[in-house]
């Protein structure tokens, strides 16, 4: 009777270590499976990242090398879009979307610029739907300020004075960042009076951001933007576009700004 009694119990504690183990075996795997997805989302995010900014510098040393940064950025696209829903995924989506429309309004292709901004505003939008952060709203006052060069009046009535609490928003979320307050700036530089536009105020957001940053370089994205925007916003009037590259006298790297500015001369009056 007691033989028959401990083989009863025997087989159910057999089973039970059974199932244990492969129970167990399942979790570890599972976990093994989700730290190599992590792992490879991490990868993806740091390549596409990588090839954002070489393509960027592509862009910035020459306008010959339109096609290799588009190239590159295509390839960037394929990376963020392979990792999974997360908010640095967008963001990036977007800043890359954004340059693509960037590097097209440069060479005249506007309809193609208008898409890519269009579709980086969207990218941001669902971004900053799954968190608030200050580059986010700094990404979608950028865009905005670039699809409002494309709109009517309906358009520009709409979007065009919720860029400033975007701008502000951002420098509130973080008062330490660059990007913003040179949004800022070019957002009093452009802006009607109106709407609060006014040099002065420009210049004064630019000190500020050199103060806090203790920065007196300018990095060369924003100087490309900063001329290039002042010969689309001011209509090519050659004495508010003198206005507007003189407060870059604030910088310390003149033969970067020389530069910069010598090519989009070049740009605009060969295009007359």
Not at 38 to 67: C, I, P, V, W
Not at 101 to 109: A, Q
Not at 149 to 154: H, K, M, S, T, V
Request: charged fraction near 25%.
């Amino acid at each position: 009777m007691g033989r028959i009694l401990c083989k009863s119990y025997i087989l159910p504690v057999r089973k039970i270590i059974t199932y244990s183990f492969v129970a167990l075996l399942f979790f570890l795997l599972g976990i093994k499976s989700s730290i190599s997805f992590t792992q490879s989302d991490e990868t993806n995010l740091r390549k596409g990242e990588d090839s954002y900014f070489q393509a960027q510098e592509l862009f910035l040393e020459s306008a010959a090398q339109h096609d290799v940064s588009l190239q590159i950025l295509e390839e960037s696209i394929s990376l963020f879009t392979e990792t999974e829903e997360q908010p640095t995924k967008y963001y990036w989506l977007a800043e890359v979307l954004y340059l693509m429309g960037v590097i097209e309004k440069d060479r005249n292709s506007h309809e193609k610029a208008k898409i890519y901004f269009s579709s980086s505003k969207e990218s941001i939008s669902t971004a900053l739907k799954l968190k608030d952060f200050s580059e986010g709203y700094r990404l979608l006052a950028d865009v905005e300020g670039q699809l409002i060069i494309y709109g009517d009046l309906l358009y520009k009535t709409k979007f065009g004075p919720p860029i400033k609490n975007m701008i502000n928003k951002a420098i509130k979320l973080d008062p330490g960042n660059e990007k913003a307050y040179f949004s800022l700036a070019m957002y009093y530089r452009d802006a009607p009076f109106i709407a609060g536009g006014d040099l002065k105020k420009s210049e004064a957001v630019l000190k500020d951001m050199i103060d806090i940053n203790k920065n007196t370089q300018i990095d060369l994205f924003s100087l490309y933007l900063w001329i290039e925007t002042a010969w689309v916003n001011s209509e090519f009037n050659p004495e508010k576009i003198s206005d507007c590259i003189s407060i870059l006298d604030l910088f310390s790297n003149k033969e970067d700004i020389d530069s910069m500015i010598a090519r989009i001369e070049r740009k605009y009056m060969n295009n007359k």
